[in-house]
């Protein structure tokens, strides 16, 4: 039976996880409440988008954040596409990386961790090469070494590429790096969308 990856067993990683966690909701709590109630004002609820997503081994879990897009649909009923459902205040809620902020929740749980490969669909599973399959073994992360260096300006393999450098020469240095780096990136808005996609374009499988 193969060893679990080292930033899975690692305890300071885990006991950073935790006080930053509880720090960042604690000192944030004024910033999650009125967050939460300008999207009940401006999208109605619910307040919290929640998304099957898959972790550690890909194992899935409930990723919560606060929702961005309206329920736009067309004459058919069918959900209006994402540019088309992400208003201005989604927009400034992404940009900002607010919408985020309800995952320290899922890092207090353990399904994920400040630091590591973002979690993806969970339809995108049976997409992945075995090479990029590798990135289910740590802990998805809030950022990663693919948000610092490019988020959603970054293709497809690209970002997978970065994924699976983290893996594979991870530290607890490398994720005070990200960390540091993720707060510069937030301040210059960096990487938010894809070229002229309001959101990543789906992942169609490597080619």
Do not use: C
């Not at 604690?26 to 409440?33: D, E, G, K, T, W």
């Amino acid at each position: 039976m193969k060893a679990p990856h080292p930033s899975v067993t690692d305890p300071i990683k885990r006991a950073v996880d935790i006080y930053l966690a509880t720090a960042g909701i604690v000192a944030l709590s004024p910033i999650l409440a009125a967050v939460s109630l300008a999207v009940r004002t401006k999208l109605g609820r619910p307040i919290f988008f929640k998304q099957r997503r898959p972790g550690l081994n890909g194992r899935i879990f409930h990723m919560i954040k606060f929702r961005t897009m309206t329920d736009g649909r067309d004459e058919s009923g069918e959900l209006l596409p994402d540019e088309k459902r992400l208003p201005p205040f989604g927009r400034f809620l992404r940009s900002t990386s607010l919408d985020e902020l309800p995952e320290l929740f899922n890092v207090l749980k353990g399904d994920m961790s400040l630091v590591g490969p973002r979690p993806l669909l969970v339809e995108y599973l049976p997409l992945y090469s075995p090479e990029q399959s590798r990135r289910h073994l740590v802990r998805p992360g809030v950022t990663g070494w693919a948000q610092v260096n490019g988020r959603n300006a970054l293709s497809w393999e690209d970002k997978f590429s970065l994924d699976i450098w983290y893996v594979d020469n991870w530290s607890r240095k490398l994720d005070w790096k990200i960390l540091v780096m993720t707060v510069k990136s937030v301040f210059r808005r960096e990487g938010i969308s894809s070229g002229d996609h309001a959101t990543m374009p789906p992942f169609g499988g490597s080619r």
